[in-house]
């Protein structure tokens, strides 16, 4: 029997996940943004979007429009779900129609619990990140979830995990499509803020809606 047996290994199965870098000028913006909105009361209470969303977090509210388009982060969000959605499905995208984009302030103590998005596309990046996330209570657990990301599709079986953990990082960007559940898990040990950026978007309808095909 010849030993030297070479395989490939596919996963043709389950959505995809694309993975961005934030431009650090577009970090910049986005963090003078949200620290002027924060300064300004009318304005925290006015953009405030937390009574809609599913987070138990101090403070979420909505980026502008205006912001969006001028800043060129509408243009961002467009240009890389593009390139995903082409690469996973052939297809290029002609249509890129964001519905909104927010910031999540997550302290000590506080989560997202297991939900999922409106649109056809949804995504989230990282602006600010505590140094340390506090130890696990279990310091023989292979890893600690305090903070990260947990994206949910089906259920564990052979060959086949249901979970993927991330550990936020600043700068870095997921695009995910719309229905894949997910949470987010407390931490402590630290004031600092976790601070995310969020949004839903709209593309074409013939390339969404694989079953009108």
């Known amino acids: 029997m010849d030993n030297?047996?070479?395989?490939?290994?596919?996963?043709?199965?389950?959505?995809?996940?694309a993975k961005a870098n934030i431009p650090d000028?577009?970090?910049?913006?986005l963090n003078d943004y949200v620290d002027n909105i924060i300064k300004d009361k009318k304005k925290s209470?006015?953009?405030?979007?937390?009574?809609?969303?599913a987070g138990q977090v101090t403070q979420e509210f909505i980026l502008d429009r205006p912001f969006c388009e001028t800043s060129g982060w509408m243009e961002f969000l467009g240009k890389c779900v593009s390139t995903w959605v082409e690469k996973s499905s052939g297809v290029p995208v002609k249509n890129f129609s964001l519905r909104h984009s927010w910031v999540v302030r997550q302290f000590k103590n506080e989560y997202n619990p297991t939900h999922w998005h409106s649109g056809h596309i949804s995504g989230v990046g990282y602006l600010?990140?505590?140094e340390n996330f506090g130890s696990s209570p279990q310091s023989n657990k292979k890893s600690n979830p305090n903070g990260r990301l947990e994206l949910i599709h089906g259920s564990r079986q052979f060959l086949c995990n249901s979970l993927?953990?991330?550990?936020?990082?600043?700068g870095e960007f997921y695009?995910?499509?719309?229905?894949?559940?997910?949470?987010?898990?407390?931490?402590?040990d630290s004031d600092e803020e976790r601070r995310s950026v969020s949004f839903?978007?709209?593309i074409?309808?013939?390339?969404?809606?694989?079953y009108g095909k």
């Open 164 to 170: 993927f953990k991330v550990k936020p990082k600043v």
């Open 204 to 210: 074409d309808e013939d390339i969404y809606n694989v």
């Open 128 to 130: 600010k990140v505590p």
């Open 200 to 202: 839903n978007a709209d």
């Open 4 to 17: 030297n047996i070479q395989i490939q290994i596919a996963k043709p199965f389950g959505p995809s996940i």
């Open 25 to 29: 000028e577009m970090i910049q913006k």
């Open 45 to 53: 209470i006015a953009q405030n979007h937390g009574t809609k969303l």
């Open 175 to 188: 695009f995910f499509p719309n229905y894949l559940m997910h949470t987010v898990y407390p931490f402590k």
